[in-house]
């Protein structure tokens, strides 16, 4: 089965960096684009990055382009999300989730979620 | 970017009422359209996608509806383990945008 493990989340000062691991099985990794979404404190959900299977091409939101970098590693079945310049408003449990399809409409549109990891940006 | 607006925001609704809910995109999304359910605490959960293809496990009396601007969730009769937060979600075009969610309560 489908399984997504987060990691690496905790309590950084503004300004500092972290970087966030997604652990993944139960499918084929390298075969599909993957996509990082955040929630913060009681609110909604935010995309925030995708990255294409090969790690070719990546789209970001405008509120973490320029901070933020998603990456992988599929010999490892791993996704990453190196955060920078951290901002309290980064503040969130960041999930990453996975695809339908490995292409077309269905590689932007979710079928599996990770349990997430939460990230304070706190002074 | 596409807006994605949800109504209502909250609910209160018994076990066994048909209940809807309805999201609207800023532009015209296709059927690229989806409904997740999220509860307290929890990851969210994949219900419909395509606008009214249901996901595999979900139960029957979850339906979709709608194209272009304008859809519905649809619950034929509401469960205790349906009282959650409803989020809908367009992916016709990056950036991926959500609706602020609607929260069903118990009446």
């Known amino acids: 089965q489908v399984q997504l493990v987060e990691s690496g989340g905790g309590v950084v000062q503004p300004g500092r960096s972290l970087r966030l691991s997604c652990a993944a099985s139960g499918f084929t990794f390298s075969s599909y684009g993957m996509h990082w979404v955040r929630q913060a404190p009681g609110k909604g959900l935010e995309w925030v990055a995708v990255i294409s299977y090969d790690g070719n091409n990546k789209y970001y939101a405008d509120s973490v382009k320029g901070r933020f970098t998603i990456s992988r590693d599929n010999s490892k079945n791993t996704l990453f999300l190196q955060m920078t310049s951290l901002r309290t408003d980064d503040t969130a449990v960041y999930y990453c989730a996975k695809p339908r399809r490995v292409a077309a409409a269905g590689s932007r549109s979710f079928d599996y979620w990770g349990q997430g990891t939460l990230v304070t940006v706190s002074s | 970017d596409i807006q994605m607006t949800q109504s209502p925001s909250s609910l209160s609704a018994s076990v066994g009422d048909r209940v809807t809910f309805t999201c609207r995109a800023s532009q015209g999304v296709n059927n690229y359209l989806a409904w997740f359910q999220q509860k307290p605490g929890k990851a969210p959960k994949s219900l419909i996608y395509a606008a009214s293809s249901l996901q595999s496990g979900v139960p029957s009396r979850f339906s979709g509806s709608g194209s272009g601007t304008d859809f519905t969730l649809n619950i034929s009769s509401l469960q205790p383990e349906d009282f959650a937060t409803y989020y809908c979600?367009?992916?016709?075009?990056?950036?991926?945008?959500f609706g602020g969610g609607t929260k069903v309560e118990i009446k």
């Open positions: 979600q367009q992916y016709n075009s990056y950036p991926l945008t």
